[in-house]
C-alpha cells in the first residue's frame, strides 16, 4: 500500500487538534487533520459546550422559579421539556462543530475521518470508511484526547450507567440520580439534574467534595448543595449494583458500613484517562509516564518529529490548557522560538455558585511556604450582585507578603467563569496588589470586587472592614 505524504499530520480534530491544525495551516505548513468521530472533540460535542448549555437551562430553570422575590410573578407552573432542550443543545454544538470544519477548511488544512494507528514514529494508517489509507509525515502531532473512566462493575453498556456522554443526552429526566465522585464534573452534572427536577445523591470516597480546592469554597459548595437538595456522602465508596423491580440498587460502603439506594440511573464521574492505548505507540519508540506522554516545553517528545498536546500528555486535563498547547506545538513545528511557558492555567467549575482559580490558592501558597496577605470581598458586599440577586460567594486575592505580588486568585459566585481572566493576566505579569487596587473598575459590576479584594489584602477596603 502506497503512502501519501504531509509535513504535518495532527491525529484528533479537539480542542488540541483543530487550534493546532488550523495554526499550521495559517504558518503555511501542509496539514492532514485525522478525527475519528467529533469536529471539535469530545468538549465541543459532548462535554463542555453541551454540558455547559444544560446547566444555563438548569439556572434559568431556578431563577425563574425564585423571581418572585424581584415583583415577577407567574400565574401558571413551569416545566422542563427535555426533548426540546435537547434539540437546543444540539443545535448549539451543530454550529460550532460545522464552524471548525469551516475554518480547517478556509486555511487549507486537509481533513480525513478515521481512525489512526502507528505503522513507525512518522507512518500511519488510517482505517476509514472508505478502507485502510496510509500516510508520512515530517511531523506528527498526538492530539487524540482522553475518555471516562470505567469503575469495576459500573459498565458503560449498561443502559442504568451513565458516562458524561450519555447524561448529556438522555431523552427524560432521571427521577433519582447517583452521581460516583463528587469532583468538578460530577457536581456540575449532579446540580444541573437537581436543578432540572431529578432527586441527585452524591457518593464520594474523599473527606470532602472537590478534593484540592480551597476549604473555603469547598464548605460553600457543600452548604448550598444541601441546601438545593443534593445529597452528599462523603468517605463513602461505591461497591456495586444491581437491577430491582424499582429500578438499580446501588450499595455503597461507609464507616457506618454498608448502604443500599435505589436511583433510575448511575453517573459515574471519577476522571478521565488518555487515549494513547488505541494507538499503537509502541511502535514509535515514544517515552510514556505512564499512559501519559512526556512532552518539554515545546510539546516535543523524545522522538523527533513527534509531538504530543492536551490530555494525552501530563498536566492538567482541560480544553484551555490543550489550545495553548496546540497553537505553541504549531509554532514549533514551523520553526518559531516558541514554548509553553504559563505560570498558570486557570481552572474553573461551573457548580452554583461558579469556582475558578487563577494561580495558588490560599492553602497552597501556604503549603508552598510563602508568607501571605489575602483580601476577601464577599458578593454580598458588591452592589453589582445585589441587583441580580444571586450574593453567594466570595473573591479571595492572594499576594505574597514580602513584596505585594499577586500570587493566585479564587472565586466563587457569579460569572466566576468570566471574571477569572484578569486574575489570570495580573498571576502572568507578576502584578503587585497595588496594580489591581489603583486600576479603576468600572461601576457597578461583579468586577469591582477584584479591586476591593487586592484593597483588603492592603488593609485599604472601603465597602468592607478592613481586618
Not at 502506497?2 to 503555511?28: E, F, K, M
Not at 454544538?93 to 486555511?107: A, E, H, I, P, Y
Not at 453498556?157 to 448529556?168: E, F, M, P, Q, Y
Not at 470581598?377 to 499576594?399: C, E, H, S, W, Y
Amino acid at each position: 500500500m502506497s503512502s501519501t505524504h504531509y509535513t504535518a499530520i495532527v491525529l484528533g480534530a479537539g480542542p488540541g487538534g483543530y487550534p493546532c491544525a488550523i495554526r499550521l495551516g495559517q504558518l503555511g505548513v501542509k496539514t492532514l487533520v485525522v478525527e475519528r468521530e467529533y469536529w471539535g472533540g469530545v468538549c465541543l460535542n459532548v462535554g463542555c459546550i453541551p454540558s455547559k448549555a444544560l446547566i444555563t437551562a438548569g439556572k434559568r430553570l431556578e431563577e425563574f422559579q425564585h423571581a418572585d422575590a424581584m415583583g415577577i410573578e407567574f400565574t401558571g407552573s413551569l416545566s422542563v421539556n427535555m426533548t426540546k432542550l435537547q434539540a437546543w443543545k444540539s443545535t448549539v454544538t451543530g454550529k460550532l462543530s460545522g464552524g471548525v470544519r469551516t475554518l480547517l477548511k478556509g486555511n487549507k488544512v486537509e481533513m480525513l475521518e478515521g481512525s489512526a494507528r502507528f505503522i513507525g514514529p512518522h507512518e500511519l494508517e488510517v482505517t476509514t470508511k472508505d478502507g485502510p489509507k496510509r500516510f508520512t509525515a515530517d511531523h506528527i502531532v498526538i492530539a487524540t484526547g482522553s475518555r471516562p473512566i470505567e469503575v469495576p462493575g459500573f459498565s458503560f453498556k449498561d443502559a442504568r450507567i451513565l458516562d458524561s456522554t450519555k447524561a448529556l443526552a438522555l431523552p427524560q429526566l432521571p427521577k433519582r440520580l447517583a452521581v460516583i465522585g463528587g469532583g468538578y464534573i460530577g457536581l456540575e452534572m449532579g446540580s444541573m439534574y437537581r436543578k432540572l427536577g431529578s432527586e441527585v445523591t452524591v457518593i464520594e470516597m474523599a473527606d470532602q467534595v472537590l478534593p484540592g480546592f480551597d476549604p473555603d469554597v469547598v464548605k460553600l459548595i457543600a452548604r448550598k448543595l444541601k441546601k438545593s437538595g443534593v445529597v452528599v456522602h462523603t468517605h463513602a465508596q461505591a461497591r456495586g449494583w444491581e437491577e430491582t423491580d424499582d429500578g438499580a440498587a446501588l450499595t455503597y460502603k461507609t464507616p457506618d458500613g454498608e448502604q443500599t439506594l435505589t436511583v433510575d440511573a448511575i453517573l459515574v464521574t471519577v476522571g478521565r484517562r488518555p487515549n494513547t492505548d488505541q494507538l499503537d505507540l509502541e511502535k514509535t519508540g515514544v517515552k510514556m509516564a505512564g499512559r501519559f506522554i512526556e512532552t518539554d516545553k515545546q510539546l516535543k517528545t523524545s522522538v523527533a518529529g513527534l509531538y504530543a498536546i492536551g490530555d494525552c500528555t501530563t498536566g492538567l486535563m482541560l480544553a484551555h490548557k490543550a489550545t495553548h498547547d496546540g497553537e505553541i506545538c504549531a509554532e514549533v513545528i514551523a520553526g518559531h522560538k516558541a514554548f509553553n511557558d504559563a505560570k498558570t492555567v486557570p481552572a474553573v467549575v461551573f457548580t452554583d455558585p461558579e469556582i475558578a482559580t487563577a494561580g495558588l490558592q490560599e492553602h497552597e501558597a501556604r503549603a508552598a511556604g510563602f508568607d501571605v496577605r489575602v483580601g476577601k470581598v464577599p458578593f454580598a458586599a458588591i452592589g453589582r450582585a445585589l441587583t441580580t440577586n444571586d450574593t453567594d460567594g466570595f473573591i479571595k486575592v492572594i499576594a505574597n507578603r514580602v513584596d505585594g505580588r499577586v500570587l493566585g486568585v479564587t472565586i466563587v459566585g457569579p460569572h466566576a467563569s468570566d471574571l477569572i481572566s484578569e486574575c489570570v493576566l495580573a498571576v502572568e505579569m507578576e502584578c503587585e496588589l497595588r496594580d489591581i487596587a489603583l486600576s479603576i473598575h468600572p461601576h457597578p459590576t461583579l468586577s469591582e470586587g477584584i479591586m476591593e479584594a487586592a484593597k483588603a489584602a492592603l488593609g485599604e477596603a472601603v465597602h468592607i472592614l478592613n481586618t
